[in-house]
């Protein structure tokens, strides 16, 4: 069975940060394309950042890029986001993905991933 589980989120201050996980199992994650996703309450869902299993090239939404980093631990087989300077518009269910792409990953929307971790809730409050 392929499986993707996450850590739990949490509530984070303003500024704080948080590292979310995703492990996975049945498979090596190191051969597929990853990514993380969120939803907020009452909008779609957004990708927040992928990488590309065949350069490792990475791609971040305009309203992460310099606070987040996706990563990826081949000998854990996990994938990380690491997210920074949290902001209150931060704040949603983020869920991890991967899938094998032939391209890179910024070319593949969220319907195209067919793996999924269970999803977890962020809340950046004070």
């Known amino acids: 069975q392929l499986l993707l589980v996450e850590s739990t989120g949490g509530l984070v201050q303003p500024g704080g940060s948080l590292r979310l996980s995703c492990a996975a199992s049945?498979?090596?994650?190191?051969?597929?394309?990853i990514a993380w996703f969120r939803q907020a309450p009452g909008k779609e869902r957004e990708r927040v950042s992928c990488m590309s299993s065949h350069d490792g090239s990475t791609y971040y939404a305009e309203s992460v890029k310099g606070r987040f980093t996706i990563s990826r631990d081949n000998a854990k087989n996990t994938m990380y986001l690491q997210m920074n300077s949290l902001k209150p518009e931060d704040t949603a269910v983020y869920s991890c993905?991967?899938?094998?792409?032939?391209?890179?990953?910024?070319?593949?929307?969220?319907?195209?991933?067919?793996?999924w971790g269970q999803g977890t809730q962020v809340t950046v409050s004070s």
């Open positions: 993905a991967a899938e094998r792409l032939a391209l890179s990953c910024q070319y593949y929307e969220s319907y195209e991933y067919n793996l």
């Open positions: 049945g498979f090596t994650l190191n051969y597929y394309a």
